[in-house]
């Protein structure tokens, strides 16, 4: 069980998820979160178990290390990073200063504060770019296509640098295409919530290009699960987080306008550059290290986001 825990991007939408569940398990956790594009109002109601504290900052900022120190957590959970692999493109050194130089400010701090280990929320997606293995096991060349995807390439050496010199243990999860919940409906990342968000409000729904790019789509209370098992165990891999299922843009659409009740159908848009055609992840070595299985189906975690999405209408 986690005693106390570190949660960066804790107000995020897969941070917030998995602080209301260790929370929830009687785990003190000290959330840091700049606030960016993460919302308090999803930790009411992980707040209200009296086991999480809020810190706003920057996790570039040198404070972030005495912070770490005075809570001397056992396990930091590092998932605060600019996710826009498109805004990487254009701004690769905002990017770079977040998820690289950040990242090693959070890693460096564990060490100081004594923690024992860090799971680093990765992405498989990102990181193996264009390929015909698939599902795409851990052991694909990792060929990023954004900056976005190198910089979740290049905190892998990090850890191992942290590994073999302080000992430090970590675990490092490359998520595929996370949904469900309380993701934000507003950005470029999550295709669930617009798609669900938008037709709930009886608008017409916008797809890039012809609809058959496919993604791997992983239910967040699996990513949390996760995330807890990778606390304990698994320590010094990069492990793929996904279903090993592929889903097209249309078939997700149909699925989406099916469990909303929407007639619409979508509006086809010109392709963006820089999507890369296929993405699916073999996850059997999560599997056989963290004992991690995906178990919600694509249907039953789409439901779930619509009844959500009903019940939050303004979110
Ligand atoms: N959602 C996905 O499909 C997906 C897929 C692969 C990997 N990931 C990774 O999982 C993690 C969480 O993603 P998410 O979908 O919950 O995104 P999110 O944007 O909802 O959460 C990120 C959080 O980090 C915070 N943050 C950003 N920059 C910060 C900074 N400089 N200092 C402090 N806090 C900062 C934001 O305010 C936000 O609360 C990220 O590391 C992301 O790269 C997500």
């Known amino acids: 069980m986690i005693t106390r825990a570190v949660v960066t991007g804790g107000a995020g939408f897969i ?149 073999a010199a302080h000992g430090l243990e970590y675990v490092s999860l490359g998520f595929a295409n996370v949904y469900g919940p309380g993701q934000d409906p507003h950005g470029e990342a999550g295709v669930v919530a617009i798609f669900v968000q938008t037709l709930l409000r009886a608008r017409p729904a916008k797809i890039y290009g012809d609809g058959s790019i496919t993604r791997d789509y992983v239910y967040v209370d699996d990513v949390v699960d996760a995330c807890i098992r990778a606390a304990q165990r698994g320590a010094g891999h990069y492990l793929n987080i996904g279903t090993g299922m592929e889903t097209s843009v249309n078939r997700l659409y149909d699925m989406v306008a099916k469990a909303v009740g929407s007639p619409l159908r979508p509006e086809y848009l010109a392709a963006k550059p820089g999507d890369v055609p296929r993405s699916c992840l073999d996850a059997s070595l999560a599997k056989e290290v963290l004992g991690w299985e995906p178990w919600m189906t694509l249907e039953e975690g789409i439901d779930r986001t619509v009844q959500w999405f009903r019940r939050h209408p303004d979110f």
């Open 15 to 163: 941070g917030a998820n998995l602080v209301e569940r260790i929370a929830d398990e009687g785990a003190d956790v000290l959330v840091v979160d700049d606030l960016s594009s993460g919302r308090l109002v999803r930790l009411i109601d992980a707040r209200a178990t009296g086991n999480v504290n809020f810190h706003q900052a920057d996790i570039r900022q040198p404070e972030i290390v005495d912070l770490l120190a005075k809570f001397a957590p056992e396990v930091v959970f590092h998932l605060a990073a600019q996710i826009d692999a498109r805004r990487s493109v254009v701004e690769p050194v905002v990017d770079a200063s977040i998820n690289v130089v950040g990242t090693v400010n959070v890693v460096q701090a564990a060490v100081e504060a004594g923690a024992s280990r860090v799971v680093f929320a990765s992405s498989g997606g990102a990181q193996f770019g264009t390929t015909d293995t698939l599902p795409t096991p851990e052991t694909e060349p990792r060929r990023p296509e954004s900056p976005y995807g190198v910089a979740k390439a290049v905190v892998d050496r990090y850890l191992e640098y942290y590994a």
